[in-house]
């Protein structure tokens, strides 16, 4: 499964006749393999900011807003100047995009297709991820974005990246994805290995 919050975290179950058993990852530090022109761009304006760009600086809290800013930067979507300001003085960007990408009316563009963009790039990680571990058990989204953003999720283009494995796609198909909805789920499953 993967984490999107703050940071991106990765772990998988295994089952054994015992139950299942976690296995952590840092799988969110591996390289960010772009897939299309406009994320080879992404790429090509992280490095200089960030050094190595792993899948944490784009597919994070963290990652929003460096992609709000890749996609105001680069022209390619049009900033109202007074949505900008907002989000450039927040406290926490993430929120403020988020807010003017699902709670304002109408949404704000440029917070919707960031929203679009970290989408793309999340379902293509978890692809990599199930195809890594081979989860025929399902892939489980958690952390603070996901539940946040279910309407993006929905979208038809989420699923379509997430197969796109070449060869393997009609295996990657097998793979159901869900989205766990409940924020406290990581410790809850801290408190139940404790227990035992």
Do not use: W
Not at 51 to 74: K, M, N, P, Q, W
Not at 135 to 148: D, H, I, N, T
Not at 161 to 179: I, M, N, Q
Request: charged fraction near 20%; glycine fraction near 12%; aromatic fraction near 10%.
């Amino acid at each position: 499964g993967g984490a999107p919050g703050t940071g991106l975290g990765a772990a998988y179950l295994v089952q054994h006749e015992d139950g299942y058993h976690p296995y952590p990852s840092e799988g969110g530090h591996a390289d960010f393999a772009p897939l299309d022109e406009e994320q080879m761009e992404l790429l090509k304006y992280m490095q200089p900011k960030v050094g190595h760009v792993s899948y944490e600086y784009v597919c994070s809290g963290t990652g929003i807003a460096y992609l709000y800013r890749f996609l105001r930067d680069t022209g390619r979507v049009a900033v109202p100047s007074d949505v900008d300001t907002a989000i450039g003085g927040a406290d926490q960007p993430t929120r403020a995009i988020f807010e003017h990408a699902f709670d304002a009316d109408p949404p704000v563009e440029i917070c919707t297709e960031t929203a679009r963009l970290f989408a793309r790039i999340l379902a293509a990680e978890a692809g990599n991820m199930a195809l890594k571990v081979l989860s025929l058990g399902g892939v489980y989204l958690g952390g603070g974005l996901p539940p946040r953003m279910l309407s993006v999720l929905r979208e038809p283009f989420f699923m379509e990246r997430f197969r796109e494995k070449g060869r393997f796609e009609g295996l990657v198909s097998r793979f159901p994805v869900h989205v766990m909805l409940n924020s406290k789920a990581a410790l809850y499953g801290a408190a139940e290995h404790c227990r035992h």
